[in-house]
């Protein structure tokens, strides 16, 4: 092990939150958090679904000992993903440090984690290598040049399936080209209580850009999240997929402000008792769901930046949204709960941390 790698402590994140989730980026009031990946293969192996466990191993001996030794990241930690058990896993998944896809797959893998959480290097997901940067806000030339100056880091020592023709070579064909997928998570309470959204669906589609929920591809959007990604990879450059995002993402955040402003206008009263009532939720229920917790944590977020909430700030509020899900919530517990009793635990850590918080109208 090299002296800027370490392994991970998972014990230590649980009381921890990452970068991102600590709402200092730009426009962080609406955009959560914004991330770009690069999907990678060794040209000398198959690819994972095709790899038996010791070419597996082989891969993940060959790029662990790179990953190590990157010097322009900062101080990496390396988790044996296949050495963890499924609560742990998941507890990966929740963080956003690796994908419910390389939680679920089988043989040797392993993940390399930055000290801020915004940098993960997982290796033998869907393809040898996926490489992840996660910043707070809207930043996504900030992603960008972090993730491009890690995978030329990588690049000269090791040598990518590559094609004149097709670009990057990946398990999956439509992720072929740049293999990068650039995305932003926005929070959008606003046009969902109105029903705006499917406006924005329908625009989205015609564009070719992605909706996906909290945890990407196949989840569900929970607490009016929203992954908004490219869908192409191929033909097109780095630079014309990121700007097509950017071009988007000004009018989604605006259009979220400007249907804010008008519901605090239309009826401040109704709009601050549900605020007001969400929050009283939390402060005091016995038992409550993941989902209703999601629900009614987007409701409070909203009217803290609509300034109909005090002492409470975002940060609390985002990592509440991540240590109230399943696998956080037995962490911090210490133990194995079945669905019932983690609602009760649940209600009874929102007590906890919100204990003193009393919403206010200015």
């Known amino acids: 092990m090299t002296e800027e790698s370490r392994d991970v402590d998972l014990e230590t994140l649980t009381v921890t939150s990452g970068e991102w989730l600590r709402g200092t980026g730009p426009d962080s009031d609406i955009v959560v958090s914004s991330r770009i990946?690069?999907?990678?293969?060794?040209?000398?192996?198959p690819f994972p679904p095709q790899a038996d466990d010791g070419t597996r191993m082989e891969i993940e001996q060959v790029l662990r000992r790179r990953v190590e030794s990157l010097s322009c990241t900062g101080r990496l930690g390396y988790i044996s993903v296949d050495s963890l058990d499924q609560l742990d896993r998941q507890f990966l998944v929740e963080r956003q440090l690796i994908s419910r896809e390389h939680a679920e797959t089988h043989g040797p893998r392993g993940v390399g984690i930055g000290s801020e959480e915004n940098v993960s290097l997982m290796i033998n997901e869907e393809d040898h290598l996926r490489i992840q940067v996660l910043r707070s806000g809207y930043s996504l030339d900030e992603?960008?040049?972090?993730?491009?100056r890690i995978d030329d880091a990588l690049e000269e020592h090791v040598t990518y399936a590559f094609s004149e023709e097709f670009g990057y070579l990946t398990s999956c064909p439509t992720n072929c080209g740049t293999g990068i997928r650039a995305s932003v998570m926005l929070h959008l309470p606003a046009l969902v209580l109105t029903k705006e959204i499917q406006k924005v669906f329908q625009a989205l589609q015609k564009i070719s850009l992605a909706v996906r929920g909290l945890y990407g591809e196949g989840s569900q959007a929970m607490g009016d999240f929203y992954q908004i990604s490219n869908q192409v990879t191929l033909g097109q450059s780095e630079d014309q997929i990121i700007s097509k995002l950017k071009e988007v993402v000004p009018n989604i955040i605006a259009y979220e402000r400007r249907v804010r402003k008008a519901l605090v206008k239309e009826n401040r009263q109704r709009l601050h008792d549900q605020v007001s009532r969400a929050f009283g939720i939390l402060q005091s229920a016995q038992t409550i769901t993941s989902e209703e917790t999601m629900h009614l944590l987007s409701s409070v977020r909203m009217g803290i930046n609509l300034g109909l909430v005090e002492g409470i700030e975002i940060p609390t509020v985002n990592e509440l949204f991540i240590h109230t899900q399943p696998a956080h919530l037995q962490?911090?517990?210490?133990?194995?709960?079945?669905?019932?009793?983690?609602?009760?635990?649940?209600?009874?850590?929102?007590?906890?941390?919100?204990a003193r918080q009393e919403p206010h109208e200015n």
Do not use: P, T
């Open 331 to 354: 962490k911090l517990r210490h133990e194995m709960l079945e669905s019932a009793e983690r609602n009760v635990a649940r209600a009874a850590y929102l007590r906890q941390r919100l």
């Open 37 to 45: 990946r690069l999907a990678r293969n060794l040209a000398q192996f």
């Open 143 to 148: 992603c960008w040049n972090d993730i491009n």
